[in-house]
């Protein structure tokens, strides 16, 4: 934005001058006071490189603003393993790990990474095997910025995946692709 000076437009002209989207890629920007929530906002938090960069510091609780539905659509391709809920107040990822060992492991690397940045998701881990993360901001009732920016850093984690999950996955993924 074009500032004069030591003239500084107001609120209102600022509203106005502000871009609706990421220039380069025609992402709905970032809601200034989603952006304002976190410690440290990487870009326009546009990919999931810029999401994983951010810093959410502990900032949720209730003055949380939630994200916009356009902006959140526009987010989950960068997110491609995460899947929003049908009421669109949640986004969950699910696999199955290799055994039990290979399923706490990722349990206790996504709680070191979940404690640093302050923010909590459900871990929940069924059939001995079976992982399910569901991210959504508890105090305000749906997802917030920083419900992706854990997502893009739990998706950093390394997991060690069922060969026979990912063998019907990438089956999935062939047949999806070639309908």
Known sequence: MLRVAALSPSPQVTALLAPRCCLMSGIPS????????LAAVSGDASSAQELASCKIGGCCGR???LLPADV?????????DWALSDDGKAISRSFVAKNWGAAMAFIN????????????????????????????????????LPDLVLAAKLDTVEVEYSPKWLKQRQAQAAAAAGS
């Open 30 to 37: 970032l809601p200034e006071a989603a952006a304002s929530q």
């Open 109 to 144: 690397a996504a709680s070191e990474v979940c404690e640093d940045e302050g923010h909590h998701p459900d871990l929940h881990l069924t059939n001995w095997r079976d992982v399910r993360v569901v991210l959504s901001t508890h105090a305000v009732g749906g997802l917030t």
């Open 63 to 65: 003055d949380t603003p």
């Open 72 to 80: 959140v659509a526009a987010r989950l391709p960068f997110l491609p």
